[in-house]
């Protein structure tokens, strides 16, 4: 059974910076994409950063290039969002979520398995 399990959130001042975890289990590692999203009261889901697992290959979204950055530690089944520059819009829910075979590493509707968040605020 998959699971993902988030931590490192809390709150910050605009300009600090947090490191967020994911810790995954109950699937072996291959060719799969994980993500990061986020989600503010009232809006939908966004897509913040991706990693192919194969590749190492990023994606960032616009709105956080420059200032994020997803990683991974496959000894640790690991995966980071390090935030840096942190603004109050980035205030959200943020999960992580896995996928195999993934064709859209940044839409949340691509992804079938989700951790159940972790909150960040900046303020």
């Known amino acids: 059974q998959v699971q993902l399990v988030e931590s490192g959130g809390g709150s910050v001042q605009p300009g600090g910076s947090l490191k967020l975890s994911c810790v995954g289990s109950g699937f072996t590692y291959s060719s799969y994409y994980l993500g990061w999203f986020r989600q503010a009261p009232g809006k939908e889901r966004e897509g913040v950063a991706a990693i192919d697992d194969s590749t190492g290959a990023t994606r960032y979204a616009e709105s956080v290039k420059g200032r994020f950055t997803i990683s991974q530690d496959h000894a640790k089944y690991t995966r980071y969002l390090q935030m840096n520059s942190l603004k109050p819009e980035d205030t959200a829910m943020y999960y992580c979520?896995?996928?195999?075979?993934?064709?859209?590493?940044?839409?949340?509707?691509?992804?079938?398995?989700w951790g159940q968040g972790t909150q960040v605020t900046v303020s």
């Open positions: 979520a896995v996928e195999w075979r993934c064709t859209a590493p940044l839409a949340a509707r691509a992804y079938n398995y």
